[in-house]
């Protein structure tokens, strides 16, 4: 079955340039100039991939993004950022938001569908999952409902943060390098921004509340969970 994404963003010769290339590499694509209207579509159908503009009318790209992490139904939904906000500050805040990735405006197309096929690759990894339970102290992982617990309260997190999480359940007392888990997790053909492996690492220890420091960091090496 084709993936389906949604391309928001209030540039039509942009948005037809996303079209036209995500539809030769087999995608359907629905486009819109607002975070309103493709709200408003969700009715009809949630899309597989989300790629979304910052700097919009009406609600921000940021504020959409945090509206679906807010929501049961919609919260699991890739996110990709696409927006001319360069700063580093703004590519952090984007991932914290939820975001799944952060790609700059202007950007090549071929590294675009690059990171296209890493997110739907990742994504893949929940149906290769087992239906086990993971359980390490406190922290209960369901890969089969896709869900964390700590001290048995549900906890949102997103994607990344959960095969974050799941690797190192997995494989307690193994060091992962930031390039072991960008292949592990994101896929190995995605282009990383700095820093983006140590904001998903810093935003999961905050949801392990007191179970933080169960994720260890090995300096100059990486990170694991204490053996």
């Known amino acids: 079955m084709k993936k389906n994404i949604f391309v928001i963003d209030d540039e039509a010769d942009l948005q037809e340039i996303l079209k036209v290339n995500l539809i030769k590499e087999g995608y359907t694509v629905k486009v819109f100039s607002s975070a309103e209207e493709a709200l408003e ?5 949630l899309p597989d991939l989300i790629i979304l503009d910052i700097m919009m009318q009406g609600m921000s790209g940021y504020d959409f993004c945090k509206k679906l992490r807010s929501e049961q139904e919609y919260k699991f939904i890739p996110v990709i950022f696409l927006s001319a906000k360069s700063e580093e500050f703004d590519k952090v805040l984007g991932l914290e938001l939820g975001g799944d990735d952060y790609v700059t405006k202007p950007f090549g197309i071929k590294e675009l569908l690059s990171r296209v096929k890493a997110i739907f690759r990742r994504t893949e990894i929940r149906e290769q999952l087992s239906c086990d339970v993971l359980k390490y102290e406190g922290i209960e992982l369901d890969a089969n409902k896709y869900q964390l617990k700590i001290d048995g309260k549900a906890i949102k997190v997103t994607k990344t943060e959960f095969n974050l999480l799941y690797l190192f359940l997995k494989n307690p007392g193994k060091v992962f390098t930031r390039d072991n888990i960008i292949n592990s997790v994101k896929g190995d053909d995605i282009y990383v921004i700095d820093r983006t492996i140590d904001v998903h690492i810093m935003n999961l ?8 420091d169960l994720i260890s960091t090995f300096s100059g090496v990486g990170y694991g969970l204490k053996a």
């Open 41 to 45: 579509s969700f009715s009809g159908g």
């Open 205 to 212: 220890r905050k949801k392990l509340g007191k179970y933080k």
